[in-house]
């Protein structure tokens, strides 16, 4: 089993509607854990942070499941802008930086 | 407010040139410094990542080199770059400690041709 596992995407999906990704990790030992948001060609930036069974911010959710080892992010009401990689991180031995592993990215496209 | 400089944003360069790209991070002292590659489709790679002056641990073998001058510039090399080498490279900066956020720069798209 890989480190952390994306769905693959690309994900299609019309303005106005909900979706979800899901990110599995194999490392049980992490404790925290991150969405970032890529555009193309252009840096990661920090989108939601995960330290207890969830968090939410505006249209954005994030879950965890511990037990299952998988990290969900929900996206209500897209919008055109949300198009994007979504990259799911998750840190290895001691929550360090340097052992942070990302995952492949979904690639989500809201269209009009 | 912490801010993070890189460049340049786009470098083509022949196969068997030198390589040097830099980064520097404003507004924050010790800062954990990083070196990320990202091929076209792929995910992100760490190369290296450093914890202070002159101290850089190599996550992959390649025939690229990374130095910390001081504390908040952190410099990529190469002496001959290969095909393989070419990508996107992001620097990134954490705050040490547990639960570290990484945050990164704007990239350097590099074709080596």
């Known amino acids: 089993r890989k480190e952390v596992e994306q769905d693959p995407g690309p994900f299609n999906v019309p303005e106005g509607a909900t979706v979800a990704f899901n990110c599995t990790y194999s490392?049980?030992?992490?404790?925290?854990f991150f969405w970032y948001r890529q555009d193309c060609r252009k840096e990661p930036k920090l989108l939601m942070s995960?330290?207890?069974s969830g968090n939410e911010d505006g249209r954005f959710t994030a879950q965890l499941n511990r037990a299952s080892q998988y990290i969900s992010l929900l996206i209500r009401d897209s919008k055109l802008s949300d198009s994007a990689t979504y990259l799911c991180?998750?840190?290895?031995?001691?929550?360090?930086?340097?052992?942070?592993?990302f995952g492949p990215g979904t690639r989500l496209s809201v269209l009009p | 407010s912490q801010t993070i400089h890189q460049w340049p944003a786009t470098l083509v360069q022949p196969v068997g040139s030198p390589l040097s790209l830099e980064c520097t991070v404003e507004g924050t002292s010790n800062p954990n410094l990083y070196w990320y590659r990202q091929a076209a489709g792929r995910g992100l790679q760490l190369l290296f990542y450093s914890v202070g002056i002159g101290q850089i641990s190599s996550e992959v073998p390649q025939n690229l080199s990374a130095s910390r001058p001081q504390d908040r510039q952190f410099i990529l090399s190469s002496k001959k770059l290969l095909l393989s080498d070419s990508g996107f490279y992001l620097c990134?900066?954490?705050?040490?400690?547990?639960?570290?956020?990484?945050?990164f720069g704007s990239g350097t798209q590099l074709s080596v041709l």
């Open positions: 490392n049980s030992a992490s404790q925290s």
């Open positions: 991180v998750v840190p290895g031995r001691d929550n360090y930086g340097q052992n942070f592993v």
């Open positions: 990134a900066w954490s705050v040490p400690g547990i639960n570290e956020k990484l945050f």
């Open positions: 995960v330290y207890s």
